[in-house]
T-cell receptor, first 117, second 115 residues
Framework: KAGVTQTPRYLIKTRGQQVTLSCSPI?????VSWYQQTPGQGLQFLFE???????NKGNFPGRFSGRQFSNSRSEMNVSTLELGDSALYLC????????????????FGPGTRLTVL | AQKVTQAQTEISVVEKEDVTLDCVYE???????LFWYKQPPSGELVFLIR??????QNEISGRYSWNFQKSTSSFNFTITASQVVDSAVYFC????????????FGQGTELSVKP
């Protein structure tokens, strides 16, 4: 079974630009979560999508947004990039089931390293 | 509020030593889930274990073992007879009931195993 894939792996942008990152979950997984990893703040939850709906959201400004498609693939978008957005962006997928309340293990992709100049 | 604390920022051991990584968590929920992940230098987070709050039984998997104690809100991870390949950053994480894919991570412990 193929793992979680993320594209692109590396990205360099300048301040003020916008960027779109893509994530393909493990086949059969319906939940996709996004995390930002920086040396200063560590791993922080951005948002989670399940069945094309945002199910959870972290404490990030509205410049960070995402969506999920019917095949469970997900994209996240960051508009008006700032220097502080430079980070490793990780996507994770899990089986998850609506309404059970439980947290299944998440499987992570290799990440997209975004550098903002 | 939910929080995970990994007080050890860096640990350095010599191969074959045993090492314990500490994890303390805070949550008001009675149902929650605890996880450990490994992040080798390649960067990809690797899932190690998941535990729910009702299962306090300790678990052993090869050289790895986990000690879950609700009384002290701790979920510690021990590597027995460490190897160089164990060198990585290890993260403890918490998820509360009905929070689905939202993991709250600790700051991580960087383990260096020297030959």
């Amino acid at each position: 079974k193929a793992g979680v894939t993320q594209t692109p792996r590396y990205l360099i942008k300048t301040r003020g630009q916008q960027v779109t990152l893509s994530c393909s979950p493990i086949s059969g997984h319906r939940s996709v979560s996004w995390y930002q990893q920086t040396p200063g703040q560590g791993l922080q939850f951005l948002f989670e999508y399940f069945s094309e709906t945002q199910r959870n959201k972290g404490n990030f400004p509205g410049r960070f947004s995402g969506r999920q498609f019917s095949n469970s693939r997900s994209e996240m978008n960051v508009s008006t990039l700032e220097l502080g957005d430079s980070a490793l962006y990780l996507c994770a997928s899990s089986r998850s089931n609506a309404g059970t309340g439980s947290s299944d293990e998440q499987f992570f992709g290799p990440g997209t390293r975004l550098t903002v100049l | 509020a939910q929080k995970v604390t990994q007080a050890q920022t860096e640990i350095s051991v010599v191969e074959k030593e045993d090492v314990t990584l500490d994890c303390v968590y805070e949550t008001r929920d009675t149902t929650y889930y605890l996880f450990w992940y490994k992040q080798p230098p390649s960067g990809e987070l690797v899932f190690l274990i998941r535990r729910n709050s009702f299962d306090e039984q300790n678990e052993i998997s090869g050289r790895y073992s986990w000690n879950f104690q609700k009384s002290t809100s701790s979920f510690n991870f021990t590597i027995t007879a460490s190897q160089v390949v164990d060198s990585a950053v290890y993260f403890c994480a918490l998820s509360e009931y009905n929070q689905g894919g939202k993991l709250i991570f600790g700051q991580g412990t960087e383990l260096s195993v020297k030959p």
